[in-house]
């Protein structure tokens, strides 16, 4: 394995989703729905898939994509986007970080990461060399720390990557959080990734705030999104990052040498989603919000109190609360001692208070949650 693979641990989902495959234990674990999106969508992939749509698609991503993303972003957030040069589609949106660390950080460079972060942007840093400088939103509320983050800042940063709704602490960033972000991007210069696949998924009356509307932030933010989460379609793997020329033509330079182009029927299914079907992202946050309550409910009943989520799938709850300092061992021993299965997020930190903390998944059916919560509590 070559040195820069090295050091980074194989993917948990990858692990998780084989010892859910093993046990049939109750999945609270990788985050993806047991809802599927709308089947109108489904059928403009099958339809795409029957009228010729087969051979590769143009290497910035769908024509009908990029202008239904583009209208997304005016129609949502009052931004105007050009389709032609400020948006690419990727393969998922995980693809979207790697070309975007691959295309914008030069190795050495220090990117600032807001902890717990999403592992893939620790990997993507170690891929390309870069070094993370993680800011702790500690546990319980989560909150941006500004003293933390200018801390972090140093001559040799060149980034920062934000998320909000953020994974897997189900925080949505404040208004001022997003602003002291923006601040901070401004008098250092920074470019700043903003992974904001959860958009569509906020609680109780948020918006989601991007951070590309702040004033002065266009012109240094890379936004990246995608279906997976806004339409329930987490297999067909179509993302795209939107932006001014430079930042995406720095994605594309990377894509294109990634993949080339992505699945040519599944954009052409997400552009039918986008144009047609809004009202799907208009009723998700509603939708969960009721699962949301029902396991968080679950959890604390358990002896697990958790953080409330504000947005995302995921709530994180410390288990040394039970007694438990190892949150992968907790894990490894939940789908026999309980039927349930959650994710050990240590790996989304650098701080040793990650140790214990574990990631629970509500975008599954009701039944299963009031199951799987009924098996938690009776496991004690
Ligand atoms: N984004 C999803 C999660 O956080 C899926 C992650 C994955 O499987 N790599 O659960």
Redesign the pocket.
Known sequence: LASRLRKIPP?V??RI?AVQTRTGAINF????PDQEGPPQVVEAVVTALRSGRNQYAPVRGDQALREAVARHQESYYALTVDPDTEVVVTTGA?EAIASALLGLVEPGDEVVVLEPY???YAAGLDMVGAVRRPVLLAAPDFRLDEKALRAAVTARTSAIIVNSPH??TGRTLTRDELDLVAAVARENDLIVITDE?YEHITFDGRAHIPLATLPGMWERTLTISGS??SFSF?GWKVGWTIGPEPLVSAVLAAKQWLTFTTNAPAQAGIAVALTEHTDYLDGLGADLAARRDLLCEGLAAAGLPVFVPEGT??TLTDVGELGWDDALQFCLALPERAGVIA?PVNGFYDDPAGGHMVRW?FCKHRPLIEEGMRRLGSAR
Do not use: E, I, L, R
């Open positions: 993917s989902f990858g989703a674990g990788q985050g993806f995980s999403y592992d893939a994974n897997p696949v997976a989460k987490t799938y995921y994710v998944a």
